[in-house]
């Protein structure tokens, strides 16, 4: 069912074939998963998609886009907001992700699903407007200054906000998360340098990153920070990226062999190229030969079940000789006291119970030692 679903996402749609109404049930029900009802309905909008999909099932698609409109404009407007209120204290925030493609990148915003806003300020002021954006209104954890600095320094981002809205905000102090497993490194990113690239995006009103920072940033996210369980919005986002925006391939495999993403972008540009946009790998003259069983391996764990993801994770950390969960207090829990270490502790039981329960599942095991073998190879061994 998962490279069907790849299929249908992507450019390949033709070759499903007839399904029976029990496939197509299964079909969308992973596409459900994957939050690719709104990118569907627009592709078979658009006559993108040469294959009969049964109405009720196209009619999902149409009310789940529909309903992301309506989300999206709430969250054009928490963009806007926040960028207004941290550019008059002489911040610059950038937007991540989503945040920064859907207006401008993706055929309508509303195709794009996002599960919050991503904005990226320095690190010596995102305290600063963290606290701005909490005295203006939007919802966050209480917490210490001295607990705010330390996430700053060492997270990706800090604690969550909530818009007046009710639109959820990641203010990143830094571009991209540390390896979720501790036998991956990260590649390095020098955050001051692509702040100092962004450049203005006239459709959006704020400041994106740089075409191939942008393009890196995906390719970090996608491979190195989730090990590919992202699904295949992940794909889509590179694949408008690169048809709308020029990039410098050279520019960017140089950066990507000196910051340690090359094997990544690699594998991530050949997924794309297979699935979504044929000949990108030799218009971005790739200059690694990604083997196949990799590609197919990367696939697989793209449209794994979300529900699974942090079990896989789990039994990919074992397998690469670590442990499936580490007793430690969360800087968060700091936030919201000793009561929060000890709802960390009780969940940090019930994942080792869940994972042990995983352990017997074939499809999670399956997925977990795919996701060790896959993070061997991003590593180089």
Not at 160 to 166: F, I
Not at 276 to 281: A, I
Request: with cysteine; aromatic share 4%; hydrophobic share 45%.
């Amino acid at each position: 069912m998962q490279p069907r679903l790849l299929a249908l996402a992507g450019c390949r749609a033709g070759e499903l074939g007839a399904l029976s109404p029990t496939e197509w049930r299964a079909l969308d029900a992973l596409a459900e998963a994957h939050r690719l009802g709104p990118h569907l309905h627009g592709r078979l909008s658009r006559g993108e998609m040469p294959v009969e999909v049964p109405q009720d099932i196209a009619e999902g698609w149409r009310e789940a886009h529909r309903a992301n409109a309506i989300t999206v404009l709430a969250q054009r407007r928490a963009l806007a907001q926040a960028a207004t209120l941290l550019g008059g204290l002489g911040i610059e925030a950038v937007a991540l992700k989503g945040s920064a493609l859907a207006w401008s990148m993706w055929p309508s915003p509303a195709e794009r699903v996002m599960r919050d806003i991503d904005l990226l300020v320095p690190q010596d002021r995102a305290v600063e407007a963290y606290e701005a954006l909490r005295d203006a209104g939007w919802q966050g954890p209480a917490a210490t200054q001295e607990l705010l600095d330390r996430l700053a320094r060492e997270e990706t981002h800090l604690p969550l906000l909530v818009s007046p809205d009710g639109v959820p905000c990641e203010l990143h102090a830094h571009t991209w998360a540390s390896a979720p497993l501790a036998a991956l490194a990260m590649p390095r990113c020098d955050d001051a340098a692509l702040l100092e690239r962004s450049v203005f995006d006239e459709v959006l009103g704020m400041r994106v990153p740089a075409a191939e920072d942008m393009l890196a940033h995906l390719v970090v996210h996608c491979a190195c920070s989730h090990l590919f369980n992202v699904g295949p919005l992940a794909l889509a986002d590179i694949d408008h990226l690169t048809r709308k925006r020029a990039i410098d391939w050279p520019r960017f495999w140089e950066a990507a062999q000196q910051d340690g993403y090359e094997r990544a972008a690699a594998l991530v540009l050949a997924l794309t190229d297979r699935w979504f946009e044929p000949g990108l790998v030799d218009a971005s003259g790739c200059p690694v030969a990604v083997p196949a069983e990799e590609v197919e391996r990367a696939e697989a764990l793209l449209v794994q079940q979300p529900a699974a993801r942090k079990d896989i994770n789990a039994i990919a950390g074992l397998a690469l000789g670590g442990r499936a969960d580490r007793m430690v207090q969360h800087p968060l829990d700091e936030a919201i006291g000793s009561a929060g270490g000890f709802a960390r502790a009780g969940q940090l039981a019930r994942r080792g119970l869940s994972v042990a329960g995983s352990l017997l599942d074939g499809p999670t095991r399956r997925d977990g030692l795919a996701t060790a073998a896959m993070a061997r190879w991003l590593r180089g061994d």
